[in-house]
């Protein structure tokens, strides 16, 4: 498993505690929009196992969890491991995933070992393939969702919007699909360095567009909050 990036103290990853987030290298998704660019590349130095146990043992005090995002965690099969010993030091665990990898979820929810669970929903079904830029197998996408929708954990699903790719109809499509869950973010797109295509190639949606589709939607969800 490679780890090449560090965020040590975070206070808006995992609702309402502190915590680390480390992030595994690589991810089967090409989202242009992506704004860990770096990290779907595998650029950065990797981060050892006992550097980061050491570095949770010194810092246990000051933080209640771990976050594990990327990239796409879920690629690496030693995730299941690495999150078990994490989770016997008495951390809380939240995941981040894009959904792909079904199966290792399962496995995490059913072995109890993660507490939170993000989930990146790209598109609508029919539309993934266009936004992640690579073939999608969209039952496994359909079954992740099923397994946190019937959870007892806390979980999230969210969304990137910028304009040029997902349209307003777009939206409410994917709202639908989600309907009772939990909680439903809409994450507006920020241009920053580390898109993965560069700068200067897709805008955010205004504030007005994102307050009316969540007039629309919010009440499909028991938590829905657009993140600007």
């Known amino acids: 498993m490679k780890i090449i990036g560090i965020e040590k103290s975070s206070f808006i990853d995992y609702p309402n505690k502190i915590s680390t987030v480390y992030f595994t290298a690589g991810c089967n998704f090409r ?19 006992e550097e980061i146990f050491s570095f949770l043992e010194k810092r246990k005090k ?22 078990k010993k994490v989770k016997e030091k008495g951390f809380f665990i939240k995941l981040d ?10 496995n995490l929810l059913k072995e109890e070992l993660i507490d939170y669970v993000a989930m ?36 999230e699903f969210r969304t990137t919007v910028c304009k040029e790719l997902l349209t ?3 939206i409410l499509e994917i709202a639908k699909y989600l309907k009772g869950s939990k909680r439903y973010y809409i994450q507006n797109f920020k241009d920053v360095e580390s ?34």
């Open 62 to 83: 000051f933080i209640d969890a771990l976050c594990i995002s990327g990239g796409e965690p879920t690629l690496y099969e030693e995730i299941y491991d690495f999150i």
């Open 97 to 106: 995933t894009n959904g792909t990898n079904p199966e290792m979820l399962k």
């Open 168 to 170: 307003e109809e777009d």
């Open 195 to 228: 898109v993965l295509v560069g700068q200067n190639q897709f805008n955010p949606y205004d504030g007005k567009t994102l307050e009316e589709i969540q007039k629309n939607i919010k009440d499909y969800f028991d938590v829905f909050e657009i993140r600007k």
């Open 31 to 49: 989202c242009p929009y992506c704004h860990n660019g770096p990290i779907v590349k595998g650029v950065g130095e990797n981060i050892k196992e």
């Open 120 to 155: 990146d929903i790209k598109a609508p079904l029919h539309k993934y393939e266009f936004i992640t830029k690579t073939k999608v197998d969209i039952e496994d996408i359909k079954a992740s969702i099923h397994l946190l929708k019937n959870t007892s954990i806390d979980y």
